[in-house]
Nanobody
């Protein structure tokens, strides 16, 4: 089972990026999916999660109002729209699929992980 994260890059503060996470149908169809991020020397932290059908989303306080998670079930893809990026948003962004249809903020809730995509924000 593989998840493929893409869309990262180098941007200036205030810019936007959209990350994508794609996977096989088996992985995505009935599972919640989340984005986590990890900056150098820091622990992996929760960013946002979306339920299997997209009806429920949870976003970390640190990105609320700037980041939006969504999913296109027909394309087996989950997106993370990141607006008004700040230098502290930089890191490797990982997508993960949960064991269940709804999941929370804990890494332990998620069974499958992608390889990550790098986001760099210059000030």
């Amino acid at each position: 089972v593989q998840l493929q994260a893409s869309g990262g890059g180098l941007v200036q503060a205030g810019a936007s990026l959209r990350l994508s996470c794609t996977a096989s149908r088996r992985t995505f169809s009935n599972n919640a999916v989340a984005w986590f991020r990890q900056a150098p020397g820091k622990e992996r932290e929760f960013v946002a999660t979306v339920s299997w059908n997209g009806d429920t989303t949870v976003t970390a306080d640190s990105v609320k109002g700037r980041f939006i998670i969504s999913r296109d079930r027909a394309k087996y893809t989950v997106y993370l729209q990141m607006n008004s990026l700040k230098p502290e948003d930089a890191g490797i962004y990982y997508c993960a699929a949960a064991y269940k249809s709804y999941a929370g903020r804990q890494t332990a809730d998620y069974a499958y992980w992608g390889q990550g995509t790098q986001v760099t924000v210059s000030s």
